[in-house]
């Protein structure tokens, strides 16, 4: 855990030849058990930690099927798009997460 209690949005390194798009796929499905269908970007984010310098590219997404499960985490919540600032975001995500609320206005 290198940002323990922040919040994250799921996601993880992208694999070779795989695509954002894809490895979100991947990834949703090996953290959190969910089938989902990526949509729209919603940011890009380069933010440098004292562990390295973190890409981050945030989706617009679906669940196709499943339901969501804490396979590599402590806890997970779905929350309404209102509530996201009432959590302490892992700075790389700030932007991502404002965007959102300002989206849902």
Not at 20 to 38: C, F, K, S, T, Y
Not at 67 to 81: D, G, M, S, T
């Amino acid at each position: 855990m290198t940002l323990p209690g922040m919040w994250e949005f799921p996601g993880g390194k992208l694999e070779l030849g795989e695509s954002a798009q894809q490895a979100l796929v991947r990834e949703l499905d090996e953290e959190l058990a969910i089938e989902a269908e990526i949509g729209e970007r919603v940011d890009e984010t380069e933010y440098e930690y004292d562990f390295g310098v973190v890409n981050l590219t945030t989706y617009w997404g679906n669940i196709i099927s499943g339901e969501p499960q804490a396979r590599e985490h402590a806890e997970l919540r779905w929350l309404p798009i209102a509530e996201l600032a009432q959590l302490d975001w892992a700075p790389a995500d700030i932007p991502a997460v404002e965007k959102i609320i300002k989206a849902a206005g």
